[in-house]
């Protein structure tokens, strides 16, 4: 069965570096999404992308962040300079668009980021 | 914006019971979502709901979709140690991108 990918599944940075999160959805999907969870909390939306353009973003996903999909697979991440508070999961998702599953989202196994 | 409110919070059960839980929304949402998520794991699709009033079963999983639209309930039967881990409720917003609205989620521990 097709799933979401990403890698790597733990990054350690330091404050102010940058990190690029990678994802490759599943192949006949077409809205692309990245959700965080803070340790303990619940999942939050950041970003969702269809038709390579942003489509949506919530108030988490600043200035410091910015998404691509460089190529027909993969979907990325990048914080530009990294905060303590970025520590979390980051999940990607996809989901398609067929009819009467077109709000199934499914998820990746995640990547923890560590901010030190 | 969007709220959803899971109940209870944690529970503690003894395996081969039954377990619900439930999901309430401050809106009402036109597709439900239940997810299970272990450990440093990504959240699963259990069961999507689409039409009020709808009752779905995966397994020993059953969901219902609420009259009101505002709520849903998840239902596990004859509980089994590999039921552990968190279930979350979920909402797509009435946005186009149909970003997922997540509930704070039900622990769930099963003893055997």
């Known amino acids: 069965e097709p799933e979401v990918t990403q890698t790597p599944s733990h990054q350690v940075t330091q404050m102010g570096q940058e990190v690029i999160l990678r994802c490759v959805p599943i192949s006949n999907h077409l809205y692309f999404y990245w959700y965080r969870q803070i340790l303990g909390q619940k999942v939050e939306f950041l970003v969702s992308f269809y038709n390579n353009e942003i489509s949506e973003k919530s108030e988490i996903f600043d200035d410091q962040f910015s998404v691509e999909r460089p190529d027909g697979s993969n979907f990325t991440l990048k914080i530009r300079s990294t905060k303590l508070e970025d520590s979390a999961m980051y999940f990607c998702?996809?989901?398609?668009?067929?009819?009467?599953?077109?709000?199934?989202?499914?998820f990746g196994p995640g990547t923890r980021l560590t901010v030190t | 914006g969007q709220q959803l409110n899971q109940s209870p919070q944690s529970m503690f059960i003894q395996e081969g019971e039954d377990v619900s839980m439930n999901c309430t929304s401050s809106s009402i949402f036109n597709t439900w979502l239940w997810y299970k998520q272990e450990p440093g794991e990504g959240p699963v699709l259990l069961i999507a709901l689409y039409k009020a009033g709808e009752l779905t079963s995966n397994g020993r999983l059953t969901a219902q979709f609420g009259i009101t639209r505002k709520d849903s309930f998840l239902n596990i039967s004859a509980s089994i140690p590999s039921d552990v881990g968190i279930y979350f409720c979920a909402g797509p917003s009435s946005g186009s991108a149909r970003q997922l609205t997540f509930g704070s989620g039900t622990q769930l521990t099963v003893l055997p």
């Open positions: 998702a996809s989901r398609s668009r067929v009819a009467g599953r077109s709000y199934e989202q499914y």
